[in-house]
């Protein structure tokens, strides 16, 4: 299944058609500075930045972008 999948997503801004990755399809960063100090804005930001990343990913693999 992972290997389905990263063939349908690795020419995608998400990963890299190089290489797949150990465990997963890609590996996408969702905060480029998260700040560990304020552990309740990290958890809505990281809920953020993935709803908003799914959201896109599903919404490509629906239309069949890719």
Same mark, same amino acid.
């Given at each position: =299944?992972?290997? @389905?999948?990263?063939?349908? $997503?690795?020419?995608? %801004?998400? &990963? /890299? &058609?190089? @290489? =797949? !990755?150990?465990? /997963? #399809?890609? %590996? #996408? !960063?969702? $905060?480029? +500075?998260? *700040?560990?100090? *304020? ?5 809505? /930001? ?5 709803? /908003?990343? +799914? *959201?896109?990913? #599903?919404? &490509? $693999?629906? $239309?069949? %972008?890719?």
């Amino acid at each position: =299944m992972q290997k @389905r999948y990263w063939h349908k $997503l690795k020419n995608t %801004e998400w &990963a /890299s &058609a190089q @290489r =797949m !990755p150990k465990y /997963s #399809v890609f %590996e #996408v !960063p969702l $905060l480029e +500075s998260p *700040d560990f100090d *304020d552990l309740n804005e990290l958890w809505v /930001s990281v809920c953020s930045g993935f709803e /908003s990343l +799914s *959201d896109q990913i #599903v919404k &490509a $693999l629906k $239309l069949g %972008e890719i």
